[in-house]
């Protein structure tokens, strides 16, 4: 009744024949869809909607998109609003209209659920790792080896990686209703992969409030003109065809290995401060005096399980430690930077400076892409990433709903990448900001990448 409600007030007020406006008519909209899509009552939905706007795929609601930004393949990055660009007028919703459009359940936090996908997580890798004992069995060819190994550093990388985004998952305080619950779990999981759970926490929660400020963002902050030296070709961009596909790949291949431990060390990319700065460090100008004994405690905690990692090495070999731990390790790492690279950076989304930044702005500007089977591996911490960015407290098992709930109301203001789904769009997209995504201005409030001046064109 109250769907049929929404319907008929949509009409009226599309024609004129209602006084009462609502506050925010992308609500009105998402009602509508939800009722059409749910009742099988499209023809309400197609007679609403049409000729209204143009879309870029997608559903359409109202005349704003839902669906699938593009850039032209020969597009080039030149400081400006590309035509598929987030757009940057006023937000015609506020976040409690997002928070009413999603079920009250998505926001219920249930520990023995989450113990679950711990439980499930630590199974596979611990059988993963069972299955290295029969890799050199008499039963099984010498080469096979040159297969299993590997198959197991893919595989055992990324099941770790879904570990790894449970323990993010306690850091946003989404595991359990019990904080000190979440946090143990946390400190646990993140150590286990030599993360530093309480400082990287912190880190985290600020890279969340100050999404994409040039300013205040602790990660992936743009490079500026003047800290390029001025308006250099990129190296890739002057040299013959195999050869720049080689460089860009190395220069891929480079930030996924070193960027993570660069990161947690030296804060590489992260915000400029006048001083060293250090996930390690109580004193780094991340933390506040408060953070000490958190911070203390993971160094602790991390330092055992170096201390338990070398005296397995010694025990039982450093090569066999590093096929079985080290080499997923990476992939780990691998999985993190790529990660996190690709939910903020793409010519599509801006970065701001001063005046110009607001938290909810910042916070779409967020890229959902689609990882094919992975995003089910690593509980869908990238197709459901703009959704996180909004409402990070929410356990990652509600997020899938909770996203197509306010994809509507969100518009032309949710962006998904229009890769296709898996490695391969994902491996694309990854060329794609390797090769547009290089700098911002050094002046204006809101900033969209630059790729260079070529030496031919100058």
């Not at 593009?70 to 409690?96: H, I, N, S, V």
């Not at 500026?224 to 961009?237: C, F, I, K, Q, R």
């Not at 910042?362 to 995003?375: E, K, P, Q, S």
Request: proline share 6%.
């Amino acid at each position: 009744g109250h769907a049929l409600k929404y319907v008929q007030l949509y009409f009226e007020v599309q024609r004129g024949m209602s006084t009462y406006v609502p506050p925010h008519s992308a609500v009105l909209r998402a009602h509508l869809i939800n009722f059409c899509s749910t009742t099988g009552h499209f023809h309400f939905y197609a007679v609403c909607t049409m000729g209204r706007g143009e879309g870029k795929g997608g559903i359409q609601a109202g005349g704003q998109s839902v669906g699938k930004a593009t850039t032209d393949p020969g597009f080039w990055a030149d400081g400006k609003r590309p035509a598929d660009g987030l757009p940057q007028e006023e937000l015609p919703f506020k976040l409690k209209d997002l928070k009413d459009a999603i079920p009250k359940h998505c926001f219920e936090r249930s520990t023995l659920r989450s113990f679950g996908f711990v439980a499930w997580d630590v199974a596979i890798v611990s059988l993963l790792f069972y299955s290295t004992l029969f890799f050199n069995h008499e039963a099984v060819p010498d080469w096979a080896a040159y297969v299993l190994w590997p198959m197991y550093w893919w595989w055992q990388g990324a099941f770790c990686t879904g570990i790894w985004v449970i323990a993010h998952e306690c850091g946003h305080r989404a595991f359990s209703d019990h904080i000190w619950l979440g946090d143990i779990v946390g400190l646990v999981l993140h150590s286990a992969l030599l993360v530093p759970y309480h400082p990287w926490r912190i880190s985290h929660a600020k890279h969340h409030k100050n999404t994409n400020s040039m300013d205040d963002d602790e990660v992936f902050v743009p490079y500026t003109l003047s800290e390029y030296g001025g308006m250099v070709p990129n190296p890739a961009d002057e040299c013959p065809g195999p050869v720049a596909c080689a460089l860009r790949i190395t220069q891929i291949l480079k930030m996924l290995t070193f960027g993570w431990p660069a990161y947690l060390a030296m804060h590489v990319t992260g915000k400029r401060y006048p001083q060293r700065t250090s996930h390690f460090e109580p004193s780094s100008p991340i933390f506040t005096t408060k953070d000490f004994m958190d911070v203390v405690i993971s160094d602790i905690v991390l330092l055992a399980v170096v201390s338990g990692l070398g005296l397995i090495g010694w025990t039982h070999g450093f090569v066999w430690l590093t096929k079985v731990y080290v080499i997923p390790y990476l992939f780990v790492n691998m999985w993190l930077v790529m990660y996190t690279d690709l939910q903020h950076t793409d010519t599509r989304l801006p970065h701001y400076r001063g005046a110009a930044m607001e938290w909810m702005k910042g916070a779409l500007c967020t890229m959902d892409r689609n990882y094919g089977i992975f995003n089910e591996i690593h509980h869908h911490i990238g197709d459901t990433h703009v959704c996180h960015h909004l409402f990070s407290y929410m356990p990652h098992y509600h997020a899938e709903e909770a996203s197509e709930a306010i994809k509507p109301v969100l518009g032309q203001y949710y962006l998904v990448d229009n890769k296709q789904p898996g490695i391969l769009g994902i491996a694309a997209a990854l060329y794609e900001t390797a090769s547009q995504c290089r700098y911002v201005d050094d002046v204006g409030e809101v900033l969209w990448w630059k790729r260079s001046v070529p030496k031919k064109t100058e």
